[in-house]
Nanobody
Framework: QAQLVESGGGLVQAGGSLRLSCAAS????????VGWFRQAPGKERVFVAA???????YYSDSVKGRFTISRNGARNAVYLQMNSLQPDDTAVYYC???????????????????WGQGTQVTVSS
């Protein structure tokens, strides 16, 4: 069993930056697809970014050019660097992992089976 724990959320002014972290315990991310999702109040959970075993990355159009997903060498942490934050980025951000061994990426929530508890990001105007 894997456990994912997000951290790094908080309150920031528009134009500011935050770096979210997702730590894995029980197993490393290894050769498992990892992604970030977010859920704003009253809205569904949506894809933000994904990273593959080979560190290929993919982003939603709404964050492309502003957010960067990365992982550490030990493959037990994944990060989301968020720059030029806007009020529309306000949401609870979730880290997710697909437990199936795969060297590719996943882009939709049902394909992930491990989720963190989420971390709140609030961007004020």
């Amino acid at each position: 069993q894997a456990q994912l724990v997000e951290s790094g959320g908080g309150l920031v002014q528009a134009g500011g930056s935050l770096r979210l972290s997702c730590a894995a315990s029980g197993r490393t991310f290894g050769a498992h697809p990892v992604g970030w999702f977010r859920q704003a109040p009253g809205k569904e959970r949506v894809f933000v970014a994904a990273i593959s075993y080979y560190d290929n990355t993919y982003y939603s159009d709404s964050v492309k050019g502003r957010f960067t997903i990365s992982r550490n060498g030990a493959r037990n942490a994944v990060y989301l660097q968020m720059n030029s934050l806007q009020p529309d980025d306000t949401a609870v951000y979730y880290c997710a992992m697909d437990s199936r061994t795969d060297y590719g990426m996943r882009y939709v929530a049902p394909e992930y089976d491990y989720w963190g508890q989420g971390t709140q990001v609030t961007v004020s105007s």
